[in-house]
């Protein structure tokens, strides 16, 4: 398997502009899970999904962040507006739902500046 | 919710000694700790992890302990070596919740 797949690997745009931010995850994976890095706040949960339903989407920072997963395969971030406050490295994991295999496995991130 | 408290911020040791890196929880009731490892430009990878009904695990040059009654758990790495550079991090969760809480992380620096 080719891992979690996260496009684009960098975005860099100018404030106010709208982020679009994808990922694949493993396939039979039943969960998806969406991370935010940054050197203050370290690696925070923005939302996690079961089954392609959004579960906890307490860790989305405001209106402007929104997530979606259309179908097993495939997730979107979106920040609409973007401020520069939003530049980080965002995380994609996915893992299985079986007991004991709840290891989550990490895209390699889309680092993310906003002007 | 779930806490996890994470020292050192960053640890520098001679290649073949040995690093710890300690991590704190808050719920009693989390019983899965896994120990990431982020490598520069990549995502976090899964190095080791311990369930609540085993108190040590290892694999390797790498070990895990757990202390479910002071609820710390431990990262041990022996031997260590210049590819041992890297961030590394602990995260707690209820086994079956899926959630994982992370740990501030610890930037571990191999000097030869």
Redesign the interface.
């Known amino acids: 398997d080719a891992g979690?797949i996260q496009s684009p690997r960098h975005e860099v745009t100018e404030m106010g502009q709208e982020v679009t931010l994808r990922c694949k995850p493993i396939s039979g994976h039943d969960?998806l899970f969406w991370y935010r890095q940054t050197m203050m706040r370290?690696?925070e949960?923005l939302i996690?999904f079961?089954n392609n339903v959004p579960i906890?989407d307490s860790g989305m920072p405001e209106d402007r962040f929104s997530a979606k997963m259309p179908n097993a395969s495939f997730s979107t971030l979106k920040i609409q507006p973007s401020e520069p406050r939003d530049s980080a490295v965002y995380?994609c994991?996915s893992?299985q739902?079986l007991?004991g295999e709840?290891?989550?496995?990490?895209?390699?991130?889309t680092r993310l500046l906003v002007l | 919710g779930e806490n996890v408290e994470q020292h050192p911020s960053t640890l520098s040791v001679q290649e073949g000694d040995s690093a710890v890196i300690k991590c704190t929880y808050s719920d009693s009731a989390s019983n899965y700790f896994p120990w990431y490892k982020q490598e520069l430009g990549k995502g976090p990878q899964l190095i080791i992890d311990i369930r609540s009904n085993v108190g040590e695990k290892k694999d390797q040059r790498i070990a895990v302990t757990l202390n479910k009654t002071a609820k710390h758990f431990s990262l041990h790495i022996t031997e260590t070596q210049p590819e041992d550079s890297a961030v590394y991090f602990c995260a707690a969760s209820i086994q079956g919740a899926q959630k994982l809480v992370f740990g501030q992380g610890t930037r571990l620096t191999i000097n030869p």
């Open positions: 979690v969960y370290g690696l949960l996690y079961n906890d995380f994991a893992s739902q007991a709840e290891t989550q496995y990490f895209g390699p991130g």
